[in-house]
Nanobody, 120 residues
Framework: VQLQASGGGLVQAGGSLRLSCAAS????????MSWYRQGPGNERELVAT???????NYADSVKGRFTISRDYAKNTVYLHMNSLKPGDTAVYYC???????????????WGQGTLVTVSS
């Protein structure tokens, strides 16, 4: 399974961006779809998750500003980011948990990362 992320860029503080990540390849189902980020000098952290039942969960630092959503038909997850702050500057990675077949164990895949830079 391959993940192709897009939508990063340079934005001023207070601005908005939308990240997209499309899954392709051979799989039976996708369970959780998530966004992680890794800022300069920081460890990778979970930003938001949306389950197969569309239950969402957010890091405290982004609650009320970011919204995660998914398009089941397109196997795509989105991250809508509003009121961006310089502290949101990071490489953002998408991550999915999927099953190759209905009998397979769950597996995971990472996207290549997309850079978001927020200027003050």
């Amino acid at each position: 399974v391959q993940l192709q992320a897009s939508g990063g860029g340079l934005v001023q503080a207070g601005g908005s961006l939308r990240l997209s990540c499309a899954a392709s390849g051979s799989f039976d189902s996708i369970n959780d779809m998530s966004w992680y980020r890794q800022g300069p000098g920081n460890e990778r952290e979970l930003v938001a998750t949306i389950t197969g039942a569309s239950v969402t969960n957010y890091a405290d630092s982004v609650k009320g500003r970011f919204t995660i959503s998914r398009d089941y038909a397109k196997n795509t997850v989105y991250l809508h980011m509003n009121s961006l702050k310089p502290g949101d500057t990071a490489v953002y990675y998408c991550h999915i948990v999927y099953r190759a077949t209905s009998y397979s164990d769950a597996a995971a895949s990472w996207g290549q990362g997309t850079l978001v830079t927020v200027s003050s």
